[in-house]
């Protein structure tokens, strides 16, 4: 086999802090105004702290078409309720892995009222075939979820595989995502390939990615896009590092976005919208 290509760093970027839902403090990484889209991806935000004024309010009642949310709680507990009579709970470590398909009327609420609320939400663009598909819940609790502990790293597989290992959830088109702790000076790297999408997002710590000849720093906040190539490469810095490596094949469709509704076209978005006025977007 031919060696891989590294990816090079091809930018770094910060999230922004954001306020949603009923008053969710958030630092939103992708979906902002100067960075609306990374195809198939169209949202990353970041929950991460310990004064519940930041996240009591939670997100009541609000509707989803045309999309999967993929919820990661590192730390802290969610309870979700939905109109189609669906009900969980998350808690440390697990994930909800939520088809949108043609529809769903939910809420996201804290279950906890003092603590550390640290967490992600990654939304995923569905293909147009694909977009009224029925919804579908895939909660995972993290007892389920495959982790792989080596030399110096520590990777969990909320999906796709690694070394022959599956991830947790079953996707409807190839994506990585898997959570990585790195001690200090540790490797890592994993196939990404050129058809995907992918970047990292650093929680903890600092690493150094790309090929030997171009290397990039990076540390704790940074968003690691990574340029064309089909592989990742990373080193961990002095005092390790932990981030999400987050990948997924480009659908190269148009995207229509109007709120809480992404479709392929102004007429779908504006039935969307319609139907949801009209109480049948998850009939
Ligand atoms: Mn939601």
Redesign the pocket.
Known sequence: MDQPTIRPVDQLRQGIPATD?AGVKLTRILGTHSFMNFDPFLLLDEFRSDSPDDYIAG?PS???RGFE?V?YMKHGSFH?KDSLGNEGHLTSGAIQW?T?GRG?I???MPEQTEGLVWGY?LWINLPARDKMAPSRYQDIQSADIPVVEEEGRWIKLLAGDYRGQSGASETRFPVIYFDVKLEPGADFSQPVPADMNGFLYIYEGALEAGPDTERTAARRGDMVILGAGDAVAVTAGKDGAGFLLIAGQRLDEPVVRGG?FVMTTEADLRQAFLDYQNGVLDA
Do not use: C
């Open positions: 839902g997100f609000h509707p989803h949310t919820t979700h939520m949108a769903i939910h809420s996201e939400q809480p």
